[in-house]
């Protein structure tokens, strides 16, 4: 399959400030045709991309030895470090070339979303770490909120309609680290996959390297500017809606030899339903021509379980 230039253009979220409709039809159309989009003007402040960008290199530069002390075994993968060598896509055999941290959501004490979400654990050698994440999981819930609005729109249901469905949701942060890679290597830094989850936003894919799969089998560049965010349609809402959004397979490749030798980061936001949430085909999805491809229902705890299953992280 060939891999050919990008042709996704970027949609400013000021948009949806000035007409909701428009910036709703645009993005919806982005997600039917590409699984993606390219989101500007998103509200996460630049000083705070800046600070959580320099807090994970941080992270990713300590010793190893004292890395592998934030690794949960038998946990995984949801809290935490997971080293080099751990995660490899759906039926691959071949681990990719990363090693990652995730970061939760913050529950009160006795919230009844507590038996399917671990707390968090920090690093003691950032001081700032606990703060800088925080505040970005928070500014990256928000973001999500407002492009489920719009797709709740381009659906024809009503814009509140995410609302519930991703309260307290699983969401996850995640802190990836792609170290330089061998010219002989075997393996890429993300091999091709589909997300699990409603919607991930991604900060930091403007290092080249991230591509989508498109309906003719082509490879296509995913180049969003420095700030921008990468968003695409996860399984689960690609379930919920009977394949009206796609799950976009996509992946990330090995850099050209002149960047070999350089590491690559990224923050992906992996905004997903409550975990009681039941994934059951919407009835605005499904007519003649497009009958119920999922019949059986199935909540998003259970569907997350069984994913983690296939990757080899649980």
Known sequence: ?????????SISLTMADEDKDAFATRIG???SDWGFAIISDHGIPPELIARADAMSRAFFALPEEVKRRY???GGGGARGYTPFGTESAKDSSIHDLKEFWHIGRALAEGHPFTPYMPPNIWPSELAQ????????????DTAGARILEAIARFLNLPGDFFVDTVRDGNSVMRLIHYPPVPEDSPAVRAAAHEDINTITLLIGAEEAGLE???KQGNW???????????VNIGDMLQRL??????????????????RRGFSRYSMPFFLHFRPDYLIETLPECIDDAHPNLYPQPITAHG??????REIGLA
């Open 241 to 258: 809606t009977n394949n009206r959004l796609p799950s976009t397979t996509h992946r990330v490749v090995n850099p050209a030899p002149e």
């Open 129 to 140: 770490f606990r703060g800088t994440f925080l505040e970005m999981f928070a500014a990256f």
């Open 220 to 230: 296509r560049a995913v180049t969003p500017k420095a700030g921008e965010l990468a």
């Open 71 to 73: 690794h949960i075994a």
């Open 212 to 214: 989508l799969r498109d």
């Open 1 to 9: 399959m060939n891999q050919i230039k990008d042709t996704l253009a």
């Open 303 to 308: 569907y997350l379980q069984q994913r983690l």
């Open 29 to 31: 159309r982005s997600f």
